[in-house]
T-cell receptor, first 115, second 114 residues
Framework: EAGVTQFPSHSVIEKGQTVTLRCDPI?????LYWYRRVMGKEIKFLLH????????ESGMPNNRFLAERTGGTYSTLKVQPAELEDSGVYFC?????????????FGSGTRLTVV | AQSVTQLDSQVPVFEEAPVELRCNYS??????LFWYVQYPNQGLQLLLK??????LVKGINGFEAEFNKSQTSFHLRKPSVHISDTAEYFC????????????FGTGTQLKVEL
């Protein structure tokens, strides 16, 4: 089975620009999560989708971040306008059930650099 | 709220030597515990998890971890490491009650040398 796919793998943008990250979860996985790792720090939760609904978005840093999951399939995370502190690695993960019996499958991440 | 502490940011070790990566957590509720590994240019991969039952958990690639509730620890061990174990290791917790969002530690870079 195909894993969780994220693209682009790398993105370098200027402060003030807009960037959209995409995540394709494993087919059939209703649960989709976004995490972010700022350099040298811990990986932090951003939000959780169940199908197309936002189950928990308590980790979203501010209103410059917008996540969508239209149709309950792939998800996008848009940052507009980007700031320097948004730089980091953005991970997406999916799981087939709300419990931890199966765990998550993570994507390889998108490394975002804002200059 | 939970927090996870990985005191060692880097651990150098010679091949075939044993290794222990330390993880301590803090939580006011019951938690599940995990170790993930990230190899260069790859995503996070689950090494092992503790949900309930036996406190000694065995995972992939010969790793194991022991849950110690009194010390709120979940240290990761391997009796003999290989060059291919060079990677970054993350300890994480999630509440047993639901939601399943993970709280991670800052990671430990394991470097295995010849």
């Amino acid at each position: 089975e195909a894993g969780v796919t994220q693209f682009p793998s790398h993105s370098v943008i200027e402060k003030g620009q807009t960037v959209t990250l995409r995540c394709d979860p494993i087919s059939g996985h209703d649960n989709l999560y976004w995490y972010r790792r700022v350099m040298g720090k811990e990986i932090k939760f951003l939000l959780h989708f169940v199908k197309e609904s936002k189950q928990d978005e308590s980790g979203m840093p501010n209103n410059r971040f917008l996540a969508e999951r239209t149709g309950g399939t792939y998800s996008t995370l848009k940052v507009q306008p980007a700031e320097l502190e948004d730089s980091g690695v953005y991970f997406c993960a999916s799981s087939q059930d709300p419990g931890q019996n199966y765990g998550y499958t993570f994507g390889s991440g998108t490394r975002l650099t804002v200059v | 709220a939970q927090s996870v502490t990985q005191l060692d940011s880097q651990v150098p070790v010679f091949e075939e030597a044993p290794v222990e990566l330390r993880c301590n957590y803090s939580s006011s509720v019951s938690v599940y515990l995990f170790w993930y590994v990230q190899y260069p240019n790859q995503g996070l991969q689950l090494l092992l998890k503790y949900l309930s039952g036996s406190t000694l958990v065995k995972g992939i690639n010969g790793f194991e971890a022991e849950f110690n509730k009194s010390q709120t620890s979940f240290h990761l061990r391997k009796p003999s490491v290989h060059i291919s174990d060079t990677a970054e290791y993350f300890c994480a917790v999630s509440e047993t009650g639901g939601g399943n969002k993970l709280t991670f530690g800052t990671g430990t870079q394991l470097k295995v040398e010849l």
